[in-house]
């Protein structure tokens, strides 16, 4: 009687026992720390461990079961086989996909190759795989199936060529890669942001609704990649003016409005020209199509603003209800105090002061200029931020009845810059002015140094907090 080690099913059982645990707690271990790097292979390591690896088990143990009852039907057997081919195909195309895709290199080819491309091919493998499973497993003729594939093939591709050609256009369109998902694209004067691009269409959001191009007729048309313009966009509009007013100013207002505009590319400068007439016509580059939008409008309400403040006529406007003695008077009434002004010291006042607004985001003054002027602030909020690095760091905010420009005395240069967070109204008090009242008013001299000692305060406090945030973030990394 032969012993029951030296029987066919022993050794298979045990490496199934004693080697399946192992397998699996190996595979867990490094399963884990792919998923601590947040490497992909993990999702692949899973499918390995989870099923790849228990199927094999299973049909290692099943076909020693197989074999000592009926040898001569071995279905069991073969449905698990045909199951654990499918479960490879799966593993090692997913494998695959990782490798030579997900982790692909920006700029490559493989990072280039659209993903449509790449599920026609997973699909292609997936059927070639499993003809090739059903040949191993069940012994069945894949020859003849592939010649009735192709040749019905053939047949349905000259039955469709009309209606294929355009798709097959597009799926070359597609492998070219002329835009991506975000790209702004102009199409036939039509212009926006592609969101989806699938085989059969192209979805771009042109602002009033999806615009659906099919990828056939787009690949028979011309259009622009408009955000492949090497980093910048070029943004232009037209203004008018009075024929009053001197070109050479207007010129200087309009490159000095667009020279603010946060949407300005970096290293750019604005140009604005005469185009005959009152008109004008200002150019400058953003950092994308994207923001075409918002960089207009933001040039257009601050140059409304910004030609009230410089007695420009904008649209041929010269008139600005704002400005008027009335409101002027009023506005020294509510400062008087702050300066010690009595009645007769705001009449003698009036007619060098001014009253000036401004939009939200606009700067009123910039660090490091010497101001001419002090402004008290009638209405709104104003930020002051000092630079520090690559960063401005918040010191202060100055409300309605508080001033900026405090140096204008001292003709010292400005350690923050002032921008308006909402519409601010100001009323300018000229620095030689100023200069009058302090020296009849040597309280207005002190309160005015206090203000500076102030600002200088806060600004080392923002600075001196920033350089502690920076320390305590390196000692915690």
């Known amino acids: ?61 099943s076909v020693q079961v197989t074999d000592a009852v009926d040898p001569g039907r071995p279905v069991v057997s073969q449905v698990i086989a045909t199951v654990l081919g499918f479960l490879l195909i799966v593993f090692v195309l997913n494998g695959l996909n990782i490798l030579m895709f997900t982790n692909a290199r920006k700029g490559t080819w493989r990072e280039k190759i659209p993903s449509i491309f ?25 020859g003849g199936i592939f010649t009735a594939l192709g040749v019905g093939s053939f047949v349905i591709a000259l039955a469709l060529q009309t209606a294929v050609g355009p798709i097959v256009a597009g799926l070359f ?41 099919p990828i056939g007729s787009l ?6 990649n408009l955000s492949r313009t090497g980093g910048t966009f070029p943004v ?29 590319y970096t290293g750019t400068r604005p140009t604005a020209v005469p185009a005959g007439g009152a008109a004008y016509t200002v150019s400058f580059q953003v950092r994308g199509p994207s923001q075409e939008a918002d960089a207009l409008a933001q040039f257009r309400m601050w140059l409304w603003y910004a030609a009230r403040r410089a007695g420009l006529g904008l649209d041929g406007d010269t008139t600005d209800d704002f400005v008027t003695d009335a409101r002027r008077d009023e506005a020294l009434a509510a400062i008087a105090a702050t300066l010690y002004l009595s009645g007769d010291d705001s009449v003698a ?27 008290f602030v009638l209405s709104g909020s104003v930020d002051l931020r000092v630079p520090f690095e690559d960063a401005e760091l918040p010191a202060t905010r100055v409300e309605a009845g508080d001033y900026v ?73």
Request: proline residues 5%; negative net charge; hydrophobic residues 50%.
């Open 1 to 61: 009687m032969t012993a029951f080690w030296e029987q066919s099913w022993f050794w298979p059982s045990i490496s199934v026992i004693v080697g399946l645990p192992l397998l699996l707690l190996l595979l867990t271990e490094v399963q884990s720390s792919l998923e601590r790097r947040h490497n992909p292979m993990s999702k692949v390591v899973a499918l390995l461990r989870n099923a790849v690896v228990p199927v094999i088990a299973i049909l290692v143990l």
């Open 118 to 142: 790449v599920d026609i091919a997973r699909v292609i493998l997936v059927a070639i795989g499993l003809a090739v499973v059903f040949r191993i497993v069940w012994g069945t003729d894949i």
């Open 173 to 213: 369109l597609l492998f070219e890669q002329p835009f991506r998902l975000g790209d702004w694209l102009d199409i036939g004067g039509t212009r926006g942001r592609v969101v989806e691009v699938n085989w059969r269409s192209v979805h771009v959001d042109t602002g009033e609704g999806i615009l659906i191009t």
């Open 219 to 224: 690949a028979g048309a011309s259009f622009t």
């Open 236 to 264: 232009s509009t037209d203004v008018t003016f009075t024929t009053d007013d001197p070109p050479a100013a207007v010129v200087a207002l309009l490159e000095r409005v667009a020279s603010g505009l946060p949407q300005l």
């Open 349 to 375: 006042l009036a007619p060098v002061v001014r009253l000036e607004r401004y939009a939200a985001g606009e700067v009123i003054h910039r660090v490091g200029t010497v101001p001419d002027a002090v402004r």
């Open 405 to 477: 420009g405090q140096t204008a005395l001292t003709r010292e240069a400005l350690l923050t810059t002032a921008t308006a967070l909402t519409e601010v109204s100001v009323l300018v008090i000229p620095a030689t002015a100023l200069d009058q009242i302090v020296r009849s008013t040597p309280a207005l001299a002190r309160d005015m140094g206090d203000v500076i000692d102030r600002r200088r305060a806060e600004v080392s406090a923002a600075v001196s907090a920033h350089v502690a945030s920076q320390q305590n973030a390196v000692t915690a990394s």
